[in-house]
């Protein structure tokens, strides 16, 4: 089986190393959760498998491409969203998803069907036709969260995107994201919230100091610190303390 | 010691921070160019001087005849428009820069006190940044014709206070007659109208009148010093007090004070009430029907052009910002109009000042476009080479010049078929050359930070200047039929590739990543 993303022997330096040889399988129709302390290389690594970031070395492949040697063929199938949103002020919703749908190529009729249900989704569809300027942060991430998903990816990366939602927004991205797993999609994610990564994710990656330490279901994740019957918390603190701390 | 608090409390901390603001701008950001800064600021001073000694030195020994005041009155004129101009920007900024104002306005100190400290910086700012340019020409002219002629500064005092006054009474104004909403894009379209209008205006009468767009023509012509008032007028009070009378400049001191004093006492506590409205109101203008259509069934580098004109289109502040050089151009537009109407030889600086205005045009919509992409994250993960994405914004912007200098164009070549095309190779060579300054030196930056984009490199900002009036000379001598002329655009090409030499450092040293995070979004 051809895997969803796999890296290999990822590696990038900034000041100092980001990400260390980075290797990270992730299977079609998987949701997984990439855990760590702060600056351990999430964000880094997330952003190479986007394509936002050139690695030092190594190979990043999506559903088989090699995201290196092909990046538009790798994004075509990719989406991203990160805890920024990152929006148009000046386009309404609406427009903003008919212009995201127009770089991915997908046909504007369609395109216009799917966000017109996407914001429907996510509640904004009596917003659909203002400017995102007056939006709060939370209308602004699920404007960005439709467009990460108005062109159905393949793979949706994500970086923190629940940080700044309310519980009901959050429990929407929540619902949003499990939908598109059930529907085939894969998912990567970060998160520093433990309780959504232990109830959703079906595989949990823990990175520090720009490696993997550790892999597998939550219950993988328990044998290997030796806690039972822990928490995902107990367990990650025990695999992060193992690592000496980072800056 | 100060009591926490107080006026001189408050002063005192917004003293700090602007002159770290200052600083900052000044350096980029690096402290170790503190020093280069420093000794920039003293040659820019140096060469002022110089320039103040080539224009009035001669004149010091001038007396309040009627052409004098004239004149002079023209220059107070044109500086309190300009200061007027500053002010109205800063009282904006004042209302609508969150920064710390959430901070001070939910502490127990009176709003009144922070207003009151906040218009009087922004007087103080608007003064200091007049006499930044005005001071050389007061230095020149008294050490030529006595110290009667530092009463000037006395003048320069009353317009900014004055200006800061009239610019906080018609930004309340606005709020009361627009709202909250409106009044920040009508006040900065007021403030970068404000200060072109006057200059424009005055060499386009020149224009009109004599066919001639030297201003001062205009000031000493026999019509204007027919409809002058007496010299015993009040109206002259202003330029006899900068000729050094002590009366007038009494007069014009104690009116900008007393303009100043009734700003505070009214619009202090008002100021608080109005900064609260922003706060609470959003910014955005509602429920117009923004059209998904307009991307339509389009290729994605037609819909980045589409989204980048959109954005633009959109963006009232930003399109007066950008587009204030086009103001510029309505004196050459009158001049040709002129000419064209009387059938006499097409003027040859036309060709010029259309190939500058253009190079510093595309310049700031090569920055909007390239470095002021609100989305870059989007635009990075899209399945688009960036080969794709920079033609589509080099597209973008040549196609507004394009559609902006096209009817210059066509009106020269009814009058010179040569100079209108000297005049496009220019325009064409000007854009493309700023558009690839702005991409080798790109740094990635939120458009509400397009006035000080000039900050982000001082290297950008000097060459695409230079670049622009390199282009311009070469097209002066071509239209003029000089045989230097291709020596002119070498010269402009050497610019271009000088700056080109210079680029991989500044990269380099940036580290730049394909698309930066949010969190490295540069402030300038």
Same mark, same amino acid.
């Given at each position: ?69 092909? %990046? ?72 960005? =969260? ?50 959504? @990564? ?38 990650? +603190? ?10 | ?55 009035? #030195? ?51 100190? %009176? ?19 007049? =006499? ?28 900014? @206070? ?25 006040? *900065? ?30 000031? $000493? ?15 002259? &009070? %202003? ?6 009378? #002590? ?5 014009? +001191? ?6 100043? /004093? ?40 037609? /819909? ?16 007066? *910002?950008? +587009?204030? $050089? ?10 040709? &109009? ?9 003027? /040859? ?10 190079? *510093? ?13 609100? @989305?870059?994250?989007?635009? #990075? ?33 009814? #009058?010179?078929? &040569? ?19 702005? +991409? ?50 070498? /010269? ?11 680029? %991989? ?14 969190? *490295?979004?540069?402030? @300038?």
């Amino acid at each position: 089986m051809i895997p969803a993303l796999e890296t290999r022997a990822l590696r990038k330096a900034f000041d100092r190393p980001a990400v260390e040889g980075l290797d990270l399988t992730v299977r079609p129709g998987e949701f997984y959760t990439l855990l760590g302390p702060n600056g351990a290389g999430k964000t880094t690594t997330l952003r190479m498998v986007a394509g936002l970031l050139a690695p030092d070395s190594g190979s990043i492949s999506i559903f088989g491409v090699d995201a290196l040697a092909d %990046p538009v063929a790798a994004k075509r199938m990719t989406a991203w969203l990160s805890d920024e949103p990152m929006i148009y002020d000046k386009l309404s919703p609406l427009e903003y998803l008919a212009f995201v749908a127009g770089l991915w190529g997908v046909d504007a009729g369609h395109a216009e069907m799917r966000a017109t249900e996407l914001l429907d989704w996510l509640g904004l569809a009596p917003h659909a036709h203002e400017r995102c300027e007056g939006f709060s942060r939370g209308m602004k991430q699920k404007v960005a =969260l439709a467009g990460a998903l108005v062109h159905e990816p393949r793979l949706i990366v994500l970086d923190e995107p629940l940080t700044g939602l309310d519980a009901r927004s959050a429990r929407l991205v929540k619902d949003v994201l499990i939908a598109r797993v059930a529907g085939g999609a894969t998912v990567v994610m970060t998160t520093h919230i433990l309780e959504v @990564a232990e109830r959703m994710a079906e595989r949990i990656g823990v990175i520090a100091q720009g490696r993997l330490i550790a892999e597998g279901t939550l219950e993988d994740l328990r044998a290997r610190s030796g806690r039972r019957d822990s928490t995902l918390e107990d367990v990650f +603190l025990a695999l992060t303390a193992e690592e000496p701390a980072t800056a | 010691m100060m009591r926490a608090g107080s006026i001189a409390w408050i002063a005192g901390h917004e003293l700090r921070l602007a002159w770290r603001d200052f600083v900052s701008m000044a350096t980029g950001g690096r402290r170790r160019r503190t020093a280069v800064a420093v000794l920039l600021v003293a040659i820019f001073i140096a060469f002022m001087h110089w320039l103040a000694d080539l224009t009035v #030195g001669g004149h010091a020994d001038a007396v309040p005849d009627r052409q004098t005041l004239t004149i002079v009155t023209g220059a107070v004129v044109l500086s309190w428009s300009l200061m007027l101009s500053q002010a109205l920007e800063q009282v904006t900024r004042a209302f609508y820069q969150r920064a710390d104002l959430d901070l001070i306005l939910s502490s127990p100190l %009176p709003a009144r006190r922070l207003f009151t400290v906040r218009i009087a910086a922004i007087a103080g700012t608007t003064m200091a940044m007049a =006499l930044f340019l005005i001071a050389p020409f007061v230095n020149v002219l008294a050490w030529h014709g006595g110290p009667r002629w530092l009463s000037a500064y006395g003048v320069v005092f009353a317009l900014g @206070a004055s200006a800061t006054a009239v610019a906080v009474a018609l930004t309340d104004s606005l709020f009361r007659w627009v709202g909250p909403r409106r009044t920040r894009y009508a006040a *900065q379209v007021l403030a970068a109208v404000t200060g072109a209008v006057f200059v424009i205006g005055i060499q386009a009468a020149a224009i009109v009148s004599y066919g001639s767009p030297a201003r001062f023509d205009l000031l $000493q012509s026999e019509a204007v010093a027919a409809l002058a008032p007496a010299v015993e007028s009040a109206f002259w &009070w %202003p330029a006899r007090a900068v000729l050094g009378e #002590g009366s007038p400049l009494a007069a014009v +001191l104690a009116l900008g004070c007393a303009l100043f /004093v009734a700003a505070i006492a009214f619009f202090s506590t008002r100021f608080a009430r109005h900064a609260r409205a922003t706060a609470g109101a959003p910014s955005t203008l509602r429920a117009r029907q923004g059209r998904a259509a307009a991307f339509g069934r389009s290729t994605p580098g037609t /819909v980045l052009r589409r989204k980048e004109w959109m954005l633009l289109r959109r963006d009232p502040w930003l399109m007066s *910002q950008s +587009l204030m $050089q086009v103001l510029y151009l309505i004196p050459p537009a009158l001049l040709l &109009w002129r000419n064209f109407g009387e059938g006499s030889d097409m003027p /040859v600086f036309v060709a010029p000042v259309l190939v500058v205005t253009a190079g *510093q045009l595309a310049g700031g919509l090569a920055w909007l476009a390239v470095s002021g992409e609100d @989305a870059p994250d989007l635009i #990075g993960s899209a399945p688009v080479t960036a080969r794709s994405v920079l033609r589509a914004k080099v597209e973008a912007t040549m196609a507004a010049i394009v559609c902006l200098f096209a009817p210059f164009l066509l009106a020269l070549a009814f #009058g010179s078929l &040569w100079i209108a095309l000297v005049a496009a190779a220019g325009i064409v060579a000007a854009a493309l050359s700023a558009i690839q300054i702005q +991409l080798w030196f790109r740094l990635q930056a939120r458009r509400t930070h397009f006035r000080r984009r000039h900050t982000s490199s001082r290297v950008a900002t000097f060459a695409e200047a230079l670049s622009s009036f390199s282009w311009a000379g070469a097209a002066g001598l071509a239209a003029a039929g000089s045989p230097l002329a291709p020596a002119g655009a070498l /010269v402009a090409l050497a610019v271009l590739l000088g700056t080109g030499v210079l680029r %991989p450092v500044a990269v380099r040293r940036r580290q730049a990543p394909v698309a930066p995070t949010p969190s *490295q979004l540069s402030p @300038a």
